[in-house]
């Protein structure tokens, strides 16, 4: 054979097993991706050739795949679609899942290794492919009081509702919210355009400001720093601090109250009262003393800084170590760059209502086969021992009187003794948030709150602004 001949078989040879190389590639590598690529037009009819498993909020759908008459045999839809978006997601032909949709969405598809079984089954008898069921925490009469007190101010926030024992979930809302029912057509250019309207909404329909952002507490945390202080075994809530009407330091900006107010004549007080008034000076003070290392470590120990899901991903709490005084005074006061999730200050309430230990906070309760028989059952798990049973105590018996005779009035429920902190965070010269936390009943409480409302105006404070939200809630959960 001469040379270019040889040349030619060589080139073709080659040719041939790269080929083979890229059909392996194909085939063998790149099949699963392919497989569930959402391009792939025959796994989309796939997915909407069968009924998707519903999520259930008592006893009822709030998310659920009815039958229709086209090539895709069923369509997703939200019965209540804003007032659960934030916990069920979407599920969309055009942008595929979030939420629940999203985390448990091997369940609700059917693929789930829990349900071989069942789908071996279906194989053989012929019966059509079903996804099985997700039952969540949410109390849907504390869901739908946090929604109506949020949005009949139109405010932009969040509430979150834990039950203190278990870490269950009774209410997540943020607003403003979405409708997934508009993202979950069958026609994309109705889905994009619909995403399209949220996306350039400045007001961020689409986020989860529950668990998907972050904000300054403000004097929420002035419980971790009084709890970091009870810890140490130096102080009670009668111990008496410093509270002068202006903290001063050498090396930075003087630390004033709000609004300028006098805590005590005398400039001092127990640190029973400076919680109940909030007072901004002492708490500085106490954070100065107590020291930052103290502050973190117990902010941590309530979970700032763990990395949660529930089983959707939560944004990550912040409270970083300080070493210069003003700034620690602004952290033991829950400003400059502490950050957290309103479910975080939701867990912080409720993990002192539970005599100190924080539950693994969760929002599904059960999954379900498609007969409605239970695959798996949710148990509380704890997450962290916050502080003593004593301390614990002590802090409620504060809290309570915040709520009796302190900046929490507003919070009042007749009948029950409520335990709870104002909050209003500055931040960059806006308009300030508003918090509140807070529990019910004082003794053996059944629910924990965490409000934030971001468009305050500056003369609005949590106990004016939040506190109504979270008694609504905590009325809605003890059926009052």
Same mark, same amino acid.
């Given at each position: 054979?001469?040379?270019?001949?040889?040349?030619?078989?060589?080139?073709?040879?080659?040719?041939?097993?790269?080929?083979?190389?890229?059909?392996?590639?194909?085939?063998?590598?790149?099949?699963?991706?392919?497989?569930?690529?959402?391009?792939?037009?025959?796994?989309?009819?796939?997915?909407?050739?069968?009924?998707?498993?519903?999520?259930?909020?008592?006893?009822?759908?709030?998310?659920?795949?009815?039958?229709?008459?086209?090539?895709?045999?069923?369509?997703?839809?939200?019965?209540?679609?804003?007032?659960?978006?934030?916990?069920?997601?979407?599920?969309?032909?055009?942008?595929?899942?979030?939420?629940?949709?999203?985390?448990?969405?091997?369940?609700?598809?059917?693929?789930?290794?829990?349900?071989?079984?069942?789908?071996?089954?279906?194989?053989?008898?012929?019966?059509?492919?079903?996804?099985?069921?997700?039952?969540?925490?949410?109390?849907?009469?504390?869901?739908?009081?946090?929604?109506?007190?949020?949005?009949?101010?139109?405010?932009?926030?969040?509430?979150?509702?834990?039950?203190?024992?278990?870490?269950?979930?009774?209410?997540?809302?943020?607003?403003?919210?979405?409708?997934?029912?508009?993202?979950?057509?069958?026609?994309?250019?109705?889905?994009?355009?619909?995403?399209?309207?949220?996306?350039?909404?400045?007001?961020?329909?689409?986020?989860?400001?529950?668990?998907?952002?972050?904000?300054?507490?403000?004097?929420?945390?002035?419980?971790?720093?009084?709890?970091?202080?009870?810890?140490?075994?130096?102080?009670?809530?009668?111990?008496?601090?410093?509270?002068?009407?202006?903290?001063?330091?050498?090396?930075?900006?003087?630390?004033?109250?709000?609004?300028?107010?006098?805590?005590?004549?005398?400039?001092?007080?127990?640190?029973?009262?400076?919680?109940?008034?909030?007072?901004?000076?002492?708490?500085?003070?106490?954070?100065?003393?107590?020291?930052?290392?103290?502050?973190?470590?117990?902010?941590?120990?309530?979970?700032?800084?763990?990395?949660?899901?529930?089983?959707?991903?939560?944004?990550?709490?912040?409270?970083?170590?300080?070493?210069?005084?003003?700034?620690?005074?602004?952290?033991?006061?829950?400003?400059?760059?502490?950050?957290?999730?309103?479910?975080?200050?939701?867990?912080?309430?409720?993990?002192?209502?539970?005599?100190?230990?924080?539950?693994?906070?969760?929002?599904?309760?059960?999954?379900? *086969? !498609?007969?409605?028989?239970?695959? =798996?059952? #949710?148990?509380?798990?704890?997450? &962290?021992? $916050? %502080?003593?049973?004593? +301390?614990?105590?002590?802090?409620?018996?504060?809290?309570?009187?915040?709520?009796?005779?302190?900046?929490?009035?507003?919070?009042?429920?007749?009948?029950?003794?409520?335990?709870?902190?104002?909050?209003?965070?500055?931040?960059?010269?806006? *308009? !300030?948030?508003?918090?509140?936390? =807070?529990? #019910?009943?004082?003794?053996?409480? &059944?629910? $924990? %709150?965490?409000?934030? +409302?971001?468009?305050?105006?500056?003369?609005?404070?949590?106990?004016?602004?939040?506190?109504?939200?979270?008694?609504?809630?905590?009325?809605?959960?003890?059926?009052?």
């Amino acid at each position: 054979m001469n040379r270019p001949l040889r040349k030619v078989v060589v080139a073709a040879l080659l040719m041939f097993a790269a080929l083979l190389v890229n059909a392996n590639l194909v085939q063998v590598v790149e099949a699963h991706s392919l497989a569930n690529d959402s391009r792939n037009s025959r796994l989309l009819y796939q997915q909407y050739s069968y009924q998707r498993g519903p999520i259930v909020v008592g006893g009822k759908p709030v998310a659920e795949s009815v039958a229709t008459h086209d090539a895709l045999k069923y369509l997703r839809i939200y019965p209540q679609g804003p007032l659960y978006a934030p916990v069920t997601g979407y599920y969309s032909l055009t942008y595929k899942y979030s939420g629940i949709e999203a985390a448990a969405n091997d369940l609700l598809s059917g693929s789930s290794d829990k349900l071989f079984v069942k789908r071996l089954s279906d194989y053989f008898t012929g019966r059509e492919v079903q996804g099985g069921a997700v039952v969540l925490t949410i109390n849907p009469r504390a869901q739908q009081a946090a929604y109506d007190a949020l949005t009949s101010h139109h405010y932009r926030g969040a509430v979150v509702a834990i039950q203190p024992s278990t870490g269950a979930i009774l209410a997540l809302v943020s607003t403003p919210s979405y409708d997934p029912t508009k993202v979950s057509t069958h026609s994309a250019a109705a889905n994009t355009a619909a995403w399209d309207s949220y996306l350039k909404n400045p007001y961020a329909p689409m986020l989860d400001r529950a668990i998907s952002q972050t904000y300054p507490p403000g004097s929420t945390f002035k419980v971790i720093t009084t709890a970091a202080a009870l810890s140490t075994g130096n102080y009670n809530p009668d111990t008496v601090i410093p509270a002068p009407d202006k903290l001063t330091f050498a090396n930075g900006k003087p630390l004033g109250n709000f609004a300028g107010e006098t805590c005590s004549s005398s400039g001092r007080m127990t640190l029973r009262d400076a919680l109940r008034q909030s007072c901004n000076t002492a708490y500085g003070a106490l954070g100065v003393h107590i020291g930052s290392a103290r502050i973190v470590n117990q902010a941590e120990a309530f979970g700032v800084g763990r990395s949660l899901s529930i089983p959707m991903p939560v944004a990550n709490s912040r409270v970083p170590r300080e070493t210069a005084a003003p700034f620690v005074a602004q952290e033991a006061i829950g400003q400059h760059d502490d950050s957290v999730t309103p479910l975080q200050m939701a867990m912080v309430a409720a993990g002192i209502a539970n005599g100190g230990e924080v539950m693994r906070p969760y929002l599904v309760a059960q999954e379900r *086969a !498609p007969d409605s028989s239970v695959l =798996s059952q #949710a148990t509380p798990k704890p997450l &962290s021992r $916050a %502080v003593s049973p004593t +301390v614990a105590g002590e802090l409620t018996s504060m809290m309570e009187t915040v709520v009796t005779s302190g900046t929490g009035t507003a919070a009042q429920i007749p009948g029950v003794v409520v335990a709870g902190k104002t909050g209003t965070a500055q931040h960059g010269g806006a *308009a !300030p948030y508003a918090w509140f936390i =807070s529990f #019910a009943p004082a003794t053996n409480p &059944s629910v $924990a %709150v965490a409000v934030v +409302v971001e468009n305050t105006t500056p003369s609005d404070t949590g106990g004016i602004v939040a506190a109504p939200i979270a008694r609504a809630v905590m009325e809605a959960v003890l059926g009052r």
